[in-house]
C-alpha cells in the first residue's frame, strides 16, 4: 500500500529530492552521500529515511524518476504541437534556452551515465524514459508528415532516433565542453533531416 503524505510531508519529500538530484546533477554519483544530501537540502537523517526507507537505492530510482519527468516536461507544450516547421523551431529555441538555463548540469545526462547505473530500477525507469521520449517524436514527426509538412521520405521512427541521439549528443559535449554550438548545430541537422529548416 502506498503511503499517503500531507501537503507538508510531499513538500519535504520534494525538497530532498530536487536537492539530491541537483546534487547528482553536480557531483556524479560517487559524489553523493546521505550526508552530503543530508546538509545540502537542510535535513535529517530521520527525514531521509522516514520519506526514502530504503535509502540510497530508493532515493536514486526517486531521483531517476523524477529526472525522467523533467526531461520530457523541459520540452512541454513544445513536444505536443510539433506539426509545422515553426513549432519545429520553437521546440529547438525551448531546448537551448533550456540548457542555457540548467548549465552544464544535464538531466539527460544525469539519468543515462550516472542514474542507470545505480541499480536495476533506475535502469528501468530510464529505459522507460528514452522508450517514451521517443514515441513522442515518432508522433510529432509523423503529424508533421500528416500536416504536409517536412520530408515525406524520412521514417518517423528512424527521425525520433535522430532527435534524441543529437540531443544527448549535444547535451553531452556541452557539459564536456561548455560550448553550446555541437548542441545547436546538432539541432539544426535534426531541423535539416525532418525537413523544416
Not at 529515511?49 to 531521483?63: C, D, N, S, V
Not at 551515465?113 to 528501468?124: D, K, Q, W
Not at 549528443?169 to 548545430?185: K, M
Request: aromatic letters at 6%; one cysteine or more.
Amino acid at each position: 500500500m502506498e503511503r499517503v503524505l500531507t501537503a507538508k510531508g510531499t513538500a519535504t519529500r520534494r525538497r530532498i529530492l530536487e536537492g539530491a538530484a541537483e546534487l547528482l546533477r553536480r557531483n556524479g554519483t560517487a559524489g553523493v552521500s546521505l550526508d552530503l544530501i543530508c546538509k545540502d537540502t537542510g535535513s535529517s537523517k530521520s527525514q531521509l529515511f522516514h520519506y526514502f526507507p530504503e535509502g540510497r537505492a530508493e532515493l536514486f530510482a526517486a531521483i531517476a524518476a523524477f529526472e525522467a519527468d523533467r526531461v520530457i516536461s523541459d520540452q512541454q507544450p513544445h513536444i505536443d504541437d510539433l506539426s509545422t516547421a515553426e513549432s519545429w523551431r520553437a521546440w529547438r529555441a525551448a531546448v537551448i534556452a533550456r540548457y542555457v538555463e540548467i548549465g552544464r548540469y544535464c538531466p539527460v545526462n544525469a539519468l543515462v551515465v550516472e542514474l542507470s547505473r545505480t541499480g536495476p530500477v533506475a535502469e528501468g525507469i530510464v529505459v522507460d524514459m528514452q522508450t517514451r521520449w521517443h514515441r513522442l517524436m515518432t508522433q510529432a514527426v509523423a503529424r508533421l508528415q500528416a500536416s504536409g509538412g517536412g520530408c515525406r521520405d524520412v521514417e518517423p521512427e528512424a527521425a525520433a532516433s535522430v532527435v534524441l541521439a543529437a540531443v544527448q549528443g549535444g547535451a553531452s559535449i556541452y557539459q564536456a565542453t561548455g560550448d553550446f554550438v555541437h548542441l545547436e548545430r546538432a539541432l539544426d541537422g535534426v531541423l535539416s533531416y525532418v525537413g523544416v529548416a
